[in-house]
């Protein structure tokens, strides 16, 4: 019995979806080294969103990480931004970030608030889209 438990165990891991953690910044290795370790993560996908250099890495209906680079000029730079996207059983996405500053340092404080408060304001889109459809599956939701 406990040979047939053996054999089987590997079987049972395949089975499962690997369960990877989403990455995280280290601040202390700088920008350019941030920039150079993001672009080499697994499934690493490289994009922009208006001025910012970003770089995504998912697992999907699991989480999503954004990794935004500020560019020469921009307020705050050089400083690196990494928006978590994490699903909760509830089917809401929660969105934490952490931020990494190198430079101005008043910019950088503008930059953490402006972080938090996009993270509050997409938590609570999808939290609303969330009950948006359970208003729509309740079958004593009214027409």
Not at 1 to 24: H, N, R, S
Not at 27 to 51: V, Y
Request: glycine fraction near 6%; charged fraction near 20%; aromatic fraction near 6%.
């Amino acid at each position: 019995m406990t040979l047939a438990v053996i054999a089987l165990a590997p079987c049972q891991a395949l089975a499962e979806p690997a369960k990877v953690p989403p990455p995280d910044l280290d601040c202390s290795i700088g920008f350019e080294a941030l920039r150079n370790w993001a672009t080499w993560l697994p499934g690493a996908e490289r994009g922009s969103a208006g001025n910012h250099d970003v770089i995504t890495v998912r697992q999907p209906d699991v989480w999503r990480v954004e990794i935004t680079f500020t560019a020469p000029g921009q307020n705050a730079h050089p400083a690196v931004v990494l928006r978590k996207f994490v699903k909760q059983v509830t089917g809401v996405w929660t969105a934490q970030s952490k931020t990494c500053g190198y430079g101005d340092q008043m910019q950088f404080t503008e930059l953490v608030a402006e972080t938090k408060a996009e993270d509050s304001r997409l938590t609570n889109m999808s939290r609303a889209e969330v009950e948006e459809q359970k208003k729509k599956l309740s079958p004593l939701s009214s027409p």
